[in-house]
C-alpha cells in the first residue's frame, strides 16, 4: 500500500529515466549507458537524432502542481555557439536551446508542450547546475567523455492529472546535419505536496 507524506508536506518522487519507454531511430538512438557515477549505475544516451526521444509514464494519486527537474550530463563534442562545429575531443557545454532559441528538443506533459528552459549543461564538477545563454560558461570546454559530471536542471512546475500522467521529450532537427543533441539524463524528481507518484502500472 501507498502512504501519504504528511499533509502540505513537499515530497521529491525520484524516478530513473533509464526506465522510459523509447521512440527508436537508427535502431539505437537513445540507447540505456552503464555509468558508475549514474544514479542506479545506468542513464541514457545517444539522444542525437531527430524525432527519436523517449516516455515516462507516472501514475499521481491526485491532481498537484508538481516541480520538476531533470539530472542531465553533457554528451556534447559539437560547439553549439559555431553552428554546431564538431570539436571532438573537447567535450563542450550542452544547451537545450539553440543561441537564437530555437529548441532542440519538445517536451510535453500529457501532451500538452512545456517550456522548454534556456538551459545550459556544463562540463565539469566545478560548473554546478546550470548556465543561461546569456550567462555563457568559459569558451572551450575540456577533455574528457561524456556523463563526466551530472548537474540538475529545473524544468520548472508541470500540472500532473490524478492517474496516469505522460512525459515525453522529443529530439527536434534543428540543422541540415541533425547534430543538435539533448544531453544525457541520469533521472528526474518530481516535487509535489499532497500527492503520491510512482510508476503507471496498467491495472
Ligand atoms: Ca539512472
Redo the contacts with the bound molecule.
Sequence with gaps: MSVLPPEGEAVDFKF???EAEFTLIDGSHPQVETAAN???G??IGYLDRANSGMTWEIHSSAAVTAELTFVMSSSNFLDYENDFANVWPLLSPQPLKTPDGGDIITFTVNGQAVEVPDAVVKTDEDGHLVVTNDNPPPEGGINGSVNMAWHEVSFGTVQLQEGKNTITIMLNSLNAANTATCPNI??FTLTVADAFLSWFTAE
Aim: hydrophobic content about 30%.
Design positions: 530513473e529515466a533509464e549514474a544514479s542506479g545506468r542513464s541520469d533521472f
